[in-house]
Every structure is written in structure tokens, then in C-alpha cells.
């Protein structure tokens, strides 16, 4: 199975938000909840072990690395791990979400730079993607990449990077904090994600 970035392409043309007025749902900031990669995956084992039928797991750890080696240093043993997640249920439906855009002003690719200095750019700017040329959306592409080179052939991509491109105005920023990272969500974001559940749970 190959992980072909252009699979579910037809509605990649349909999810560009960037057109018509997007209501406004009053995103409220909720808790942080930091748990270690072992808890994680001590509480996903316990899930599909008490569960009675096959379970969808959608999952992505991409945004929360800014250094492409120790991303590419920690991303096999992550995907091998969900990799082995249908071994003893061939049911069960592993997914990997890629990476939504980010739209920092500091880098043509919107990426986070940890050189960064915040008064280096105008707080509160998140801006459109200028350089979204191939090899510069690393987060995604290595996933890509290896999912093809490991023949981690259980992991389904769930495009999601190009659906959130144009979203630079949908971030929670302003004039006190600048955040071009988290998405004020609404109900239309998470298309891409329904559409390829649906995709893969409809035969």
C-alpha cells in the first residue's frame, strides 16, 4: 500500500474555507492535559482491549516538533507502534492525520522557527503560506515517506495540511498573544476527517 499524499484529492478541492463568512462558535480555552507517550499508549491498549468491536483511532504528533531530526529520530518507533495496533484486531482502523498548517510571519512556510524572537515580527500577525514548495512541509512528508519505505501499510493518511492552508485568519490571536499554531475550530475544519472515516468504514 502506498501512502499517496493525493488520495481523497476530490474534496481537497471542497474544503477551502477561506471564501464566504465562517461563524463565529466562541472557542472556549480548555485545560492542558500532558500525558507521557507510555500513558498514551497504556490508555489506548486498555480502550481496544475492553471494546467489544473494531475502534477508530486517529492519531498525530507532527506540530509538536520543530527539530525535523528528532522528529525523524522518534517518528518510527511512533509509527510502528500504530502500526501493530491491528495485530490480533484486523479490524481495528489506524489512522494518521497529517499535520495542519501553521502561519507564522517569521517563515515563508509558516513553520515556528525556535530562533524566533517575538519582537522580531509584529505581534498578533498570522499570514498566508508564501513557500509551500516540496520539502518544506517535512512534518508531512516524512510521515509519507516512511509509511511507504517501512511498509507500515495498516496506517490510512488522512489528508489535512492543503484543507487548513488557507486558514491564517482563523487563529487565536490579537494584539496581546499571538498563537499561529491552534485553530479556533468549527464544524467544517474536521471534513477531511470525516470524509475518510466515512471512506474507510463504508463497504
Not at 40 to 49: F, K, S
Request: proline share 5%.
Amino acid at each position: 500500500m502506498s501512502a499517496n499524499r493525493t488520495s481523497g484529492g476530490n474534496f481537497k478541492r471542497s474544503t477551502n474555507f477561506s471564501s464566504g463568512a465562517i461563524p463565529n462558535y466562541g472557542a472556549q480555552a480548555t485545560p492542558t492535559v500532558r500525558l507521557s507517550f507510555q500513558q498514551v499508549q497504556d490508555a489506548v491498549h486498555a480502550y481496544i482491549l475492553q471494546q467489544k468491536r473494531s475502534v477508530a483511532l486517529v492519531a498525530n504528533l507532527g506540530v509538536f516538533y520543530n527539530s525535523r531530526e528528532k522528529f525523524r529520530e522518534e517518528l518510527p518507533f511512533f509509527l510502528s507502534w500504530l502500526h501493530h495496533l491491528q495485530d490480533g484486531s484486523p479490524d481495528n482502523l489506524i489512522f494518521y492525520r497529517e499535520t495542519a498548517a501553521q502561519h507564522w510571519n517569521h517563515t515563508e512556510m509558516g513553520y515556528y522557527d525556535v530562533s524566533y524572537r517575538e519582537e522580531t515580527a509584529n505581534n498578533g500577525s498570522c499570514v498566508p503560506i508564501a513557500d509551500n514548495r516540496l520539502g518544506l512541509d517535512w512534518r508531512n512528508e516524512d510521515v509519507y515517506h516512511m509509511i511507504d519505505n517501512e511498509d507500515f501499510h495498516h496506517i490510512r493518511m488522512i489528508p489535512f495540511h492543503l484543507a487548513t492552508m488557507p486558514l491564517y485568519n482563523m487563529h487565536p490571536t490579537g494584539p496581546r498573544v499571538q498563537d499561529c499554531t491552534h485553530y479556533c475550530y468549527f464544524p467544517q475544519m474536521w471534513q477531511p476527517v470525516w470524509y475518510a472515516l466515512y471512506n474507510a468504514t463504508s463497504y
